[in-house]
């Protein structure tokens, strides 16, 4: 008989279990052979033991797996020890228990397997609202999460809100000292523009006064600038008359210049003709005597040849 996956996990389950309770070896491998054939209805094997137990050397299943056989064997035999009676009627008997046993053994492997099955439809049943528990526990949690950066988010718009308003706050005192310090300006100010008000008042009185003096001091310049006016046109005239008499004899100096001035350059262009014509009388000297000088060293370098 082969176990499904299922089976296969719960034997590993029960073996766990029962190397708790039996620490020692042999009695492990026993206690398995058993739970095999009798709960999952195999046939123990020495490999199959060693593989679930993997305790000792593949001897010691071996021993197990055949001390399981002889054993059962010995209790499938039923011998009946009854004075009296005749051997084959004694057979006759053991060979009936032994049936009995046998059928009855079969009678709880079916009832195992039939409960067997019931429990894996059950386990099927109970996989499956398990996996729809699941699912509905993973549909809650990604709600709750959801929920949960829901809060986040309006915690923390709650947090800006609130940042905002103590800044409002904030903002709003400091108008209000603004406010307030605006209005001592606006008193100070106030107080100051009727001071200033009064003296500017005083400024223009004083201003008119003094006006009104230079008004009577310009009327006496102008009158007295009239006289000294006419005074300066006299004057004005008169060097007017001897400005005209000075030009009359500039202009007539002029002339006499000029004249004078026409005859020394005649003069002048007659000196130096004959200053250009006594340089050449002077270079036609120079070139005389430079002629005689030569035939004067001419005659020296004779001389010596004559003597």
Known sequence: MSLTHTDEIKLVQDVENLRVQFPQTKELYREVCRLMFFRY????????????????????????????????????????????????????????????????????????????????????????????????LKHLEERYALQQRELEHAKKQLQEDEKRRLIDSQVLA??????????????????????????????IHKLHAALKMADDRYKKLESKSVIELDRERQRVYKLESEIA??????LKEHAATKSQTAK??????????????????LKDSQRQQLVASNKLKQIERKKPLLK
């Not at 059928?103 to 409960?115: D, I, P």
């Not at 108008?175 to 523009?193: D, F, G, M, P, Y």
């Not at 008499?245 to 500039?250: D, N, P, R, W």
Request: proline residues 3%.
């Open 41 to 136: 209805g195999i046939q123990p094997t020495a490999n199959k033991l060693y593989q679930l137990v993997r305790k000792g050397t593949m001897a010691t299943p071996t021993q197990a797996v055949n001390s399981f056989w002889s054993e059962l064997r010995e209790k499938r035999r039923v011998d009946i020890e009854q004075p009296g009676l005749p051997e084959s009627l004694r057979e006759f008997a053991g060979e009936a228990l032994s049936t009995l046993w046998k059928g009855a053994l079969e009678v709880a492997k079916q009832n195992y397997q039939t409960n067997q099955f019931e429990i894996d439809g059950k386990q099927h049943t109970n996989k499956h609202e398990l996996e729809q528990y699941k699912s509905q």
């Open 174 to 203: 400091t108008h209000k000292e603004t406010v307030i310090t605006l209005q001592n300006e606006k008193a100070t100010l106030e107080a100051s523009l009727k001071n200033m008000s009064h003296e500017f008042t005083a400024k």
């Open 245 to 250: 008499e000075l030009k009359k004899a500039l």
């Open 264 to 281: 020394n350059q005649k003069l002048v262009n007659e000196l130096r003709e004959n200053i250009s014509l006594i340089k050449g009388q």
